[in-house]
């Protein structure tokens, strides 16, 4: 039987360096962390216990101690300042399809108009840092933005709007979504 002991339990996340791309630039002031890149800029103020070293191009966390919420946030710590230097040096997008007959998507200025079976038109104020994109078709929309959490959370409460039907799969869905329809009743025979 393997045993551990709880004190030796490091982070195989958070004890991995961040290599920093060409073109980004990170500041350490106190306990914020400012990214800038080409795509634009993001903060992040870390949370207590967690420290980090910047040595050239590359970024290092460390914990002070060894206390189960300081072993939680190195982890996480050092997931979110990834993503926030993957940000603004690529940008996340996350894409969406629409089915059904006579649905679509439409972008004008900041809002996204749906129309997906409802009577009216549904307005979506896309938030600040966020930009849609939909295809000629109007079926795809995709979600462009440099803050991971915020491109993932438009796209779902966009989905939310009409998430897709169980029987004929009718609405908004991720483009790499699987969904098992049920069937319908069958008739006499």
Do not use: W
């Amino acid at each position: 039987m393997l045993c551990l002991v709880r004190g030796d339990i490091m982070s195989r996340i958070g004890k991995k360096p961040i290599q920093i791309p060409n073109g980004v630039e990170v500041k350490i002031e106190s306990n914020n962390v400012y990214v800038k890149g080409p795509k634009g800029q993001l903060n992040y103020t870390l949370p207590e216990g967690i420290t980090l070293k910047l040595e050239e191009k590359t970024l290092t966390i460390t914990r002070n101690g060894d206390d189960k919420k300081q072993r939680a946030m190195h982890g996480l710590t050092r997931s979110l300042l990834y993503n926030m230097i993957t940000g603004v040096s690529e940008g996340f997008s996350r894409s969406l399809q629409i089915h059904g007959v006579g649905y679509r998507a439409q972008v004008s200025g900041d809002k996204l108009i749906l129309n997906v079976g409802y009577s009216h038109p549904v307005e979506f104020k896309l938030p600040e840092g966020i930009k849609a994109v939909v295809d000629e078709k109007q079926t795809t929309i995709t979600i462009q933005g440099i803050d991971k959490q915020l491109v993932g959370q438009v796209a779902a409460n966009i989905r939310s709007i009409r998430p897709p039907d169980a029987y004929k799969g009718k609405g908004i869905r991720y483009a790499d979504e699987v969904l098992k329809l049920k069937p319908g009743k069958t008739g006499k025979k």
